[in-house]
């Protein structure tokens, strides 16, 4: 498995997910096509993360001390111990070479073990092929699928519904090693 750091995100990481968020590689496997901008990701560090709303890291490559992307967990439910999950690779460097694997390891250590959630989901498109063998390969399971659920344009996608329990995640955690 690659080495990857994971750190708290900052203000300092604004250029790099503004550039990342708004590249078309990455908006493909998005629900929202919509640009961000430098303002409206500060908002969104000072409303969500600065708040604690949303638990997000910068992907670091270890060997490199390069930063490739982001991970986080949001809609932290602590009544029921769920949050959803979300990452992005966006240096296209990067992607397709496990660093996500390795990102989403620790991001679920961090989600069962530091914030003591029991479930951690998450909605991807159905076409994102790689993103789903990615999060099979993490131990989620597909859960559901929502038929038509999300319109782009004129156009109607179907969306896998994935989850994990921190029951499964151990047990694939015993069998790893």
């Given amino acids: 498995m ?3 750091l994971l750190r708290p995100i900052g203000v300092e990481d604004t250029d790099n997910i503004v ?3 708004n590249s ?4 493909r496997n998005l629900f929202s096509q919509a640009n961000i901008t430098r303002e ?10 600065e708040t604690g709303r949303c638990k997000q890291f910068i992907i670091e490559v270890a060997d490199a001390h390069l ?10 439910d602590e009544d029921n111990r769920k949050a959803e999950f979300g990452i992005l690779i966006g240096e ?9 694997t390795a990102a989403t ?15 951690i989901y998450l909605h991807v498109l159905e076409e994102n092929i790689a993103g789903i063998k990615a999060y099979l390969k993490a131990g989620f399971i ?14 109607y996608h179907n969306v896998v519904v994935m989850g994990i329990t921190q029951r499964d995640w151990i047990r694939k955690k015993e069998h790893t090693f």
């Avoid at 078309?24 to 908006?27: A, G, L, M, P």
């Avoid at 409206?40 to 993360?49: A, D, G, I």
């Avoid at 296209?92 to 996500?100: D, F, M, W």
């Avoid at 597909?142 to 156009?155: A, P, S, V, W």
């Fill in 105 to 119: 390891d620790q991001m679920l250590k961090i989600a069962f073990e530091q914030y003591n959630m029991n479930r």
């Fill in 2 to 4: 690659q080495k990857v």
């Fill in 67 to 76: 930063d490739i992307g982001t991970v986080f967990i949001k809609n932290i």
């Fill in 19 to 21: 550039r990342w968020r």
């Fill in 40 to 49: 409206s990701h500060l908002e969104y560090l000072k409303r969500f993360v």
């Fill in 24 to 27: 078309e590689q990455v908006k």
């Fill in 92 to 100: 296209e460097c990067a992607r397709g070479k496990g660093y996500g």
């Fill in 142 to 155: 597909k859960e559901g699928l929502l038929i038509e659920d999300f319109c782009r344009g004129e156009q």
